[in-house]
């Protein structure tokens, strides 16, 4: 079963707004990690945040972490085009500190 | 290397037929990771391996599937008698040791087509 799932599954925006991505899981956790892919490229790492992190920053990007509630955000400030991509959480599973869990990912459309 | 490299990059094979996918790490890498990733899901996890041992194979899906890291480097995923449902993007990953906050760097994956 998948211990990460990220809402919402497709988002769709214009240049320039911002994007929101959630992801909940449902055992505890050491790490969160947040991953890109575009359409034929591999996995890109973006974030990781430890567990005892509530938020963490990269340039335009912002996560966020709620242990209480067994959820993360990913939050894209100034979107582009080149944005446009999957976006994965992915938990270390059952606390073993190596196995990645994905979520289903969400789909960001940024429309020029 | 500059980062994780697979080979092939697609395969297209006959069900029932036997394919390997090769994965080379990124140089001083001691971990190594396979996923795999079906049409409109995340990776999920198969395999993985710290030097040449294989420390934890419980994602692998039957005993067809089998993965050898001889040498601690250069890793081979292994499937037998292929079957449709194997059809995915195989998907390798590399990080500098076994604890989560190593970053897992992913290779662009192979794509295995079973006809």
């Known amino acids: 079963s998948q211990q990460g799932e990220e809402d919402p599954q497709a988002l769709s925006i214009q240049e320039g707004e911002n994007a929101t991505m959630n992801c909940s899981y449902k055992?505890?956790?050491?790490?969160l990690q947040w991953y890109r892919q575009n359409s034929g490229r591999g996995l890109v790492h973006l974030i990781l945040?430890?567990?005892?992190?509530r938020e963490k920053h990269s340039g335009r990007l912002r996560v966020t972490l709620d242990t209480s509630k067994k959820s993360s955000s990913l939050l894209i400030t100034a979107s582009r085009a080149a944005d446009t991509a999957s976006y994965f959480c992915?938990?270390?599973?059952?606390?073993?500190?190596?196995?990645?869990?994905f979520g289903k990912g969400t789909l960001l459309t940024v429309n020029p | 290397g500059a980062g994780v490299s697979q080979t092939p990059s697609n395969k297209v094979t006959e069900k029932g037929k036997y394919v390997e996918l090769r994965c080379d790490p990124i140089?001083?890498?001691?971990?190594l990771y396979w996923y795999r990733q079906s049409l409109g899901q995340g990776p999920e996890f198969l395999i993985y391996?710290?030097?040449?041992?294989?420390?934890?194979d419980s994602g692998l899906p039957n005993d067809r599937f089998f993965a050898v890291r001889p040498e601690g480097s250069v890793s081979t995923l292994k499937i037998q008698r292929t079957e449709r449902g194997d059809s995915a993007v195989y998907l390798c990953?590399?990080?500098?040791?076994?604890?989560?906050?190593?970053?897992?760097?992913f290779g662009p994956g192979t794509r295995l087509t079973v006809l």
């Open positions: 990953a590399s990080s500098l040791g076994l604890a989560a906050w190593y970053e897992q760097f």
């Open positions: 055992t505890s956790i050491n790490n």
């Open positions: 945040i430890r567990s005892n992190e």
């Open positions: 992915a938990t270390d599973a059952g606390g073993s500190n190596y196995k990645l869990t």
């Open positions: 140089s001083g890498h001691t971990a």
């Open positions: 391996f710290q030097g040449t041992g294989a420390a934890d």
